[in-house]
């Protein structure tokens, strides 16, 4: 027997290195007239490196304690962020002593107990609003530089910059560099002619980062320092707007936007078991160029059906 064009398509969708999880999925993907890309792991390689350690003055650290203690807090993470800042301890030589009571926090970052000491890493926009070393705090005289400065020095080089905070202090910024997909610009081309709506980006990360990455793949609607919440909102405000949604993402964060979609799709190789349980479909083989193969494969599909 001929097999029925929906189940072609998703052997097809194979072929490309899509995974998707039913017939009806495959259809929904032909349907959607506009998409929204996550930055960190999708648009992006997902495969930060760490560039820069800066101890404050305020936590009294040398930049291998900064780095050995973050490193140990970020431990447990699944977050690419995690993975540099483990990567590059690592690189130095440092040993990761082990983190207790352990806590994530989706587009915010992470908490643990190490040797003693609450150590929390993460958002800057986030974790300086919360310390006496913060903006807030910004004309008290301390020794080196001040949190607020070397965070926008570092997001106005593109990179993402987190905050180390030890027992409440402001200890110390690291600063990450990520590598934009080689197949990011021909993808979002490719998405804006099949749904002729533009695209827009949704992340956690700092507007700077976002703005910068947004004008390399030629994105202009871009929504930066979005909570997971923040990413479901700008879904449902195009979807109650008539738009049939094609989310793309990788992380914990992307999960309830994913699940909100029309029809999400979940980046593989990097991505979160979270969002890969939640999203419709899954890229197995590390390539964005996939998704627009996938939705017009389903398109092919559908007029064969009707
Ligand atoms: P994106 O939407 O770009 O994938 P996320 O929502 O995952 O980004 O993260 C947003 C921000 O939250 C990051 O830029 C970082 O500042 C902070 N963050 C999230 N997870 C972590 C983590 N494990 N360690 C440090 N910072 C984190
Ligand atoms: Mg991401």
Redesign the pocket.
Known sequence: ATMPPLLSAIANAGRHGVLVKSAVVMERLGQVDAVAL?????LTEGTPQLTDVVPLAGGRLTEGELLTLAAAA?HP?E????RA?LDAARARGLAVPTAHGFA???????TATVGGRTVR??????LLGETPHGPAAAAVPVTGRAAGAVVAELEAGGR???VVQVDGVAAGVLGVADRVRADAVGTVAALTSLTGVRPIL?????PR??ARLAGEVGIRDVRAG???GD?VAAVRERQDAGRRLLVV??????APALAAAHTGVAMGRAGSDLALETADAVIVRDELAAVPAVVSLSRRARRLVV
């Open positions: 996550d930055k960190t792991g999708t970020e993470s977050h690419p962020l995690a800042v994530s926090a989706p587009g915010i970052g992470v890493v993460g958002a800057p926009a986030r993402t910059a987190m949704l992340t956690g990360d700092n980062a976002a979005l909570l997971p990413k993402g990788d992380g914990v964060n992307d």
